[in-house]
């Protein structure tokens, strides 16, 4: 199989595998699903994964049938208040086990098809519990805050801008108002009064913004501007036409490690999910006889390339 396709195949693996995991606190061996957590009345007692929680039938539910109902169910436990969600996920599982008793009674076991979902359910949980000892657990918040450190080391300072401009239609309101302003009026109350920006409320601020966020003709004679306090003559855009007042300038400083830290903790989890997939791969044959579904796959991999490539 190209690498290529394996490689957006483990990043959908991936997905796959971080939707499944319970949520935490920020990192793997932190985690506790909320889901099955026993409820403040049941603290007092020591909660096990063998705690009994009901009984169905003479069949017991234990906290780890919980826990692995709250695994399978993580998207629909999210949409709901987590007072909810363990009698949610106890109502599941009496039924499941009510219609697991009657699929055995009818024989429903003895079936070719059931030991093949058998089969594939056996290595899903397996997938599961390799990835979050294997590999989840290895991206820790020491490693995330290493990963976070070596980013600023490397990060490089962009000049930043604070300005607010004035937004009319045509170049001769722009030149009356600039006229204005050259004679002493108060640029934030004339945006206010005159400018079509949504911002004019604020008096036209635009607050900070590097090169590469504004349209090309109001980048550059925003940047040209040398001076807190200059205004420039009026520029045109797609927009309109423009008058820019310089407030500040600043070298850009990178972000605090909260804003980051999941960013960086989902690139630890890509790398090491596929170091190790790459390492378990070694010498291991994989051939998709269907050269139909073969080659969609290579079309798909080839449009996720791209996409990547273009980011």
């Not at 009345?41 to 017991?60: K, N, Q």
């Not at 998207?75 to 599941?92: K, T």
Request: proline fraction near 6%.
């Amino acid at each position: 199989m190209p690498y290529a396709t394996l490689r957006l195949v483990r990043t959908l693996t991936l997905a796959a595998l971080l939707a499944t995991m319970p949520a935490a606190s920020g990192f793997a061996q932190d985690a506790a699903p909320d889901a099955a957590a026993p409820d403040a009345a049941a603290e007092a007692a020591p909660v096990t994964p063998e705690t009994v929680v009901a009984t169905v039938g003479g069949h017991d539910i234990t906290e780890a049938d919980l826990s692995f109902a709250a695994e399978d169910m993580a998207q629909d436990l999210a949409q709901m208040p987590p007072d909810q969600r363990r009698p949610f996920l106890l109502r599941v599982l009496i039924d499941m086990k009510v219609m697991s008793t009657a699929a055995r009674a009818a024989d429903m076991d003895k079936t070719e098809l059931f030991a093949k979902r058998l089969a594939y359910l056996e290595e899903r949980a397996l997938r599961r519990a390799y990835f979050a000892e294997a590999i989840a657990g290895s991206v820790t918040e020491q490693s995330v805050r290493e990963a976070y450190d070596a980013f600023t080391a490397d990060f490089q300072p962009q000049e930043e801008i604070r300005a607010s401009h004035i937004l009319v239609e045509t170049e001769d309101e722009a030149k009356a108002i600039k006229a204005e302003l050259d004679g002493g009026a108060d640029f934030a109350a004339l945006a206010q009064e005159k400018s079509i920006d949504p911002g004019a409320a604020n008096g036209g601020d635009l607050g900070f913004f590097g090169k590469g966020m504004m349209v090309p003709p109001f980048e550059a004679a925003a940047f040209a501007l040398a001076e807190p306090g200059d205004v420039s003559e009026p520029v045109q855009s797609q927009f309109g036409w423009h008058i820019i007042k310089l407030a500040e300038k600043r070298q850009s400083q990178p972000p605090a490690f909260e804003q980051v830290a999941g960013q960086l903790q989902q690139q630890a989890l890509m790398r090491a999910f596929s170091d190790k997939v790459d390492t378990l791969m070694d010498g291991v044959e994989v051939d998709i006889v269907d050269p139909t579904l073969a080659a969609a796959l290579n079309a798909q991999s080839a449009a996720a390339e791209e996409g990547a490539a273009a980011q």
